[in-house]
């Protein structure tokens, strides 16, 4: 295989991307003297947004931009269309070679595996804005006297929703399950301090399984909530039949899968240079794991079989450096789907190649 070399530190938002996500801004800020935006700072957070609103600080005036971190709901012009869609054909000018590929596509666990050694559990960032988002979460399982209720995260990483959810609980019948396939992450969780047998359980599962297997402990639907943050994008298209199945089989009807993921021309895909390309909107990181930039139709075609979108949209945030006067355009996909009440989905549709 040939060397690939490292990406500089803003590519190293595998997942920290969504460190910026609603976590810093639950105090209050001043009012900017230019003017140039509208807001409602002097509301906490979690009391002024809906699930899905995506913030409401407006940038209306350009020469504002540097008074704060972040805007939100940040639209695109029509050049920056135009650049977006001319870097991505730079891109398909120099794709990684068949043989890289190969190893990449064969075995993309063991990459993983080699993230989670490389980044220790301090690295990882609690998603303390899922309660703002999610809320369906805490008010249906983790309640006090909410019943017995399963919440399965795939791709649990080193517990960074799992944690959160169980130091909110209530619920003395709750059951989390965390998966991922790697090894490595599987063991960050359940050697962590904040590791409660009692409630919680990790184990090493493929989302992508074409074998049947369910993760350990859990039966064919068992599951009230599917979680899957930053995790979809991992997979080749070719896995994303495989992996919908899999969920359907796990959720109760009206079970709910919980989603965030990179959106399309994000920064982090249009930061990518020659070489890093596996096929359409899927690439290679310098670390050797993978990532799909997605669209809301893209989704819509992919859970459409099994589920009903319940709740679907773009996150579209403008991040600044202010010192260094660097703009980097977030873009993220949310949304809640909800399982279809009948246990018997099986429409024999494939999702075939999403154009």
């Known amino acids: 295989m040939s060397p690939v070399t490292a990406d500089p530190p803003l590519e190293a938002i595998v997942d920290s991307s969504e460190v910026s996500v609603k976590v810093t801004v639950t105090t209050t800020e001043p009012v900017s003297q230019s003017g140039g935006h509208k807001s409602k700072w002097d509301i906490p957070r979690t ?27 940040v639209e695109w012009d029509e050049e920056q269309e135009i650049l977006a869609q001319e870097k991505l054909e730079k891109q398909k000018e120099n794709p990684v070679n068949d043989f890289d590929k190969k190893l990449y596509m064969s075995n993309p666990s063991r990459y993983w595996d080699l993230f989670y050694r490389s980044n220790k559990s301090n690295f990882f960032k609690d998603r303390k ?12 399982a983790t309640a006090k006297d909410s019943g017995p209720k399963t919440i399965l995260e795939v791709g649990c990483g080193a517990g960074n929703t799992l944690f ?86 796990l959720l109760k009807p009206g079970g709910e899968v919980l989603f965030r993921d990179y959106g399309r021309y994000d920064m982090a895909q249009l ?3 020659g070489g890093r390309l596996l096929q359409d909107s899927f690439y290679v990181r310098g670390d050797g794991t993978r990532v799909y930039f997605f669209t809301e139709d893209e989704l819509r075609k992919i ?40 246990l018997d989905n099986a429409t024999g549709t494939s999702i075939g190649k999403i154009e």
């Open 164 to 249: 959160p959810i169980l130091a909110a609980n209530r619920n003395a019948e709750l059951k989390i399950v965390g998966v991922d396939f790697s090894h490595r992450a599987v063991e960050l969780v359940r050697e962590s301090p904040q590791f409660d047998a009692a409630h919680i359980a990790a184990d090493v599962w493929d989302l992508a399984d074409e074998s049947g297997r369910l993760p350990a402990g859990l039966e064919e639907h068992s599951v009230d909530f599917v979680i899957l943050i930053f995790v979809f994008s991992a997979l080749a298209p070719e896995q994303w039949e495989a992996a919908i199945r899999n969920i359907d089989r």
């Open 271 to 273: 930061r990518f240079k």
């Open 303 to 342: 859970f459409d079989i099994y589920f009903v979108v319940d709740k679907m949209g773009t996150d579209r945030r403008l991040l600044v450096n202010r010192k260094r006067k660097l703009k980097m355009y977030r873009i993220w996909l949310q949304a809640r789907f909800i399982k279809r009440a009948s």
């Open 129 to 140: 804005w899922l309660q703002l988002e999610f809320p369906s979460i805490y008010a249906n």
């Open 47 to 73: 009391e002024r947004d809906d699930p899905f609103q995506f913030g409401q600080r407006y940038l209306e005036d350009e020469a504002a931009v540097w008074d704060f971190n972040a805007w939100d709901h």
